[in-house]
């Protein structure tokens, strides 16, 4: 399991530093003979395709778990931890990464089930059916 939470803050205007840090992070997973690699709480805009990118690198099949909550403010669904992004559009631009699962977790349970509702909408609309090899049914 990798996590972005793994740098710090003041290493986001370091993207060279950050992609190297997790690409050594999946290399390392790898080369001791896991079976995949399951990223988590991945809704950051920096973090989040660096550390799929890292993990898709190694070849191995990839599972993403993201993270989602109600803004207070507007009602609209938005990632887990700052900055709130949008969360229809965190989805959008991970699906089509290659990642093989996407899993909503860490969430309240009302927010769960958009979340889950948003990857479901976003993965029938991304991907052509030959790629797509199960149903809607599979993920009720």
Do not use: K
Not at 30 to 39: F, S, W
Not at 68 to 97: M, N, Y
Not at 129 to 137: A, F, I, K, M, Q
């Amino acid at each position: 399991s990798m996590c972005e939470w793994v740098a710090l803050e003041s290493e986001i205007a370091e993207r060279s530093r950050l992609t190297a840090a997790y690409h050594e992070q999946a290399e390392l997973l790898a080369r001791e003979g896991v079976d995949l690699i399951v990223l988590e709480m991945c809704s950051h805009p920096v973090h989040s395709p660096l550390i799929v990118e890292a993990a898709l690198a190694t070849g191995l099949p990839v599972w993403l778990g993201v993270s989602c909550v109600r803004d207070p403010d507007t009602g609209r669904l938005v990632g887990f931890d700052p900055p709130h992004i949008d969360f229809d559009a965190r989805i959008a631009g991970l699906a089509s990464s290659g990642v093989v699962v996407i899993n909503v977790m860490h969430s309240a349970i009302g927010d769960t089930a958009d979340g889950i509702a948003a990857v479901i909408a976003t993965i029938f609309s991304s991907r052509s059916p030959s790629r797509t090899n199960w149903s809607e049914n599979t993920l009720v």
